[in-house]
């Protein structure tokens, strides 16, 4: 019998109580996989070295006047600059959401020309018709939308003065490629003239302001110059280069990734705990097996490779079955956020770490227990009761 064959025995000798602890390493280990794997999506949108936006020193969701941008864009160091709206809008049902933006069209394909690869016609029609709207290819095969279309998009944050409804109605002039990092995922255009003359309130505002700088060594410059410029006014401003508004973005959402991260952080501390007491645990029930091991020639070292390998076996079966389910988990979530135009898959990344993770775990877990094997005397383990 080899000592892999004596693990796997050992490890299932009360089978109850390893399925319990293979399922709560499991929870733990879905848990950091599919978290690792969202963050990865989040931040794997490409980014220029000379784009930036400013935004209210608040948040994104506090709008700046108009006025903000106008004055933004003559601010010395920036080539061209645009404005964006955050429309809050869905497809027929409030679970069918889509991140429509309101923008300036010419402004918003200069500043992302690099993403906004499409036909000029269509381009065309979508600076001169009013009602115009855009969308990813991804998201109108998903809907079913052909270009011609008229698509009612509801909005659960602002309400159509014309029909005091919260839809609006956009004839659908085109679609544009999102490869893979594309700055315009699930980004749906419409048009910022037409939405502000429409809202019943937050009229003359933005949102943000994003823009080129005419070179990345002036970066810090411009952007000083332009918080500079409105600091101590109603409505001051904070200018960060585009990667750090991005995550800042994603983290408006309640610092999420720091919720989970701290969940994750102590669902591991409590699988450290369980199943270090229970391997310990379990090593004092074999106190004589072990005695009887050494007494027949098995080596001290070789006592603590099997009770440390009993506990690696253990981790790496349940991050195993972990990872598994972080699969079917993310493919769940893609299901519904493919409407607006996301999917997110299991990383090769998130698989990496959480095996390193799960090797780690079964390290320190073993680690006490094995050492307390190896340093046993035969006569106290045929001498204990």
């Known amino acids: 019998m080899n000592d892999m064959m004596l693990m796997r025995k050992n490890l299932f000798r009360k089978p109850v109580r390893t399925i319990l602890l293979i399922i709560t390493i499991m ?20 980014t220029l070295p000379t784009r930036m936006v400013t935004l209210s020193k608040i948040n994104f969701t506090e709008a700046l006047p108009i006025a903000h941008y106008d004055r933004i864009a003559r601010t010395e160091g920036v080539a061209v600059a ?50 115009a709207m855009l969308v990813p290819d991804q998201l109108a095969e998903h809907w079913g939308w052909r270009v011609g279309q008229r698509i009612p998009i509801k909005s659960n944050i602002f309400t159509n003065a014309t029909t005091g409804e919260s839809t609006w109605e956009f004839l659908l002039v085109g679609t544009f490629p999102t490869p893979q990092g594309s700055s315009q995922i699930g980004a749906v255009l419409i048009h910022y003239d037409y939405f502000n003359e429409t809202i019943t309130f ?48 994603v983290a408006q959402r309640g610092n999420m990734a720091l919720v989970i991260s701290l969940v994750v952080g102590a ?38 490779r099997i009770v440390l390998g009993e506990s690696l076996l253990l981790s790496l079966l349940g991050a195993s079955l972990g990872i598994l389910a972080a699969a079917g988990i993310l493919a769940a979530m893609s ?51």
């Open 202 to 249: 937050g009229r003359d505002h933005i949102g943000w302001v994003p823009f080129l700088t005419t070179s990345a060594t002036v970066n810090d410059q411009v952007a000083n110059a332009i918080d500079d410029r409105f600091a101590n006014s109603a409505d001051e401003t904070s200018t960060q280069g585009e990667a750090a508004f991005n995550e800042s973005f």
């Open 267 to 304: 669902a591991f501390i409590a699988i450290l705990l369980i199943v270090g007491t229970t391997m310990t645990l379990a090593v004092r029930e074999r106190t004589r097996e072990v005695g009887v091991m050494k007494t027949v020639g098995f080596s001290s070292m070789r006592v603590l």
């Open 27 to 46: 929870i733990g280990f879905a848990i950091l996989a599919a978290t690792l794997s969202f963050n990865r999506a989040a931040s794997t949108f490409n």
């Open 82 to 131: 645009t404005h964006m709206n955050w429309f809050g809008g869905y497809y027929r049902e409030q679970q069918n959401f889509l991140t429509v933006f309101a923008v300036d069209p010419e402004t918003y394909f200069q500043v992302y020309a690099e993403d906004l690869q499409m036909e000029a016609a269509q381009r065309d029609a979508f600076f001169q018709e009013r009602t």
């Open 335 to 385: 299901r519904f956020t493919a409407g607006a135009g996301f999917t997110i898959s299991l990383t090769a990344q998130a698989i990496i770490w959480s095996v390193l993770v799960a090797f780690a775990l079964g390290a320190i877990t073993g680690l006490a227990p094995a050492l307390s094997a190896y340093r046993m005397r035969i006569i106290d383990a045929l001498g204990r009761r």
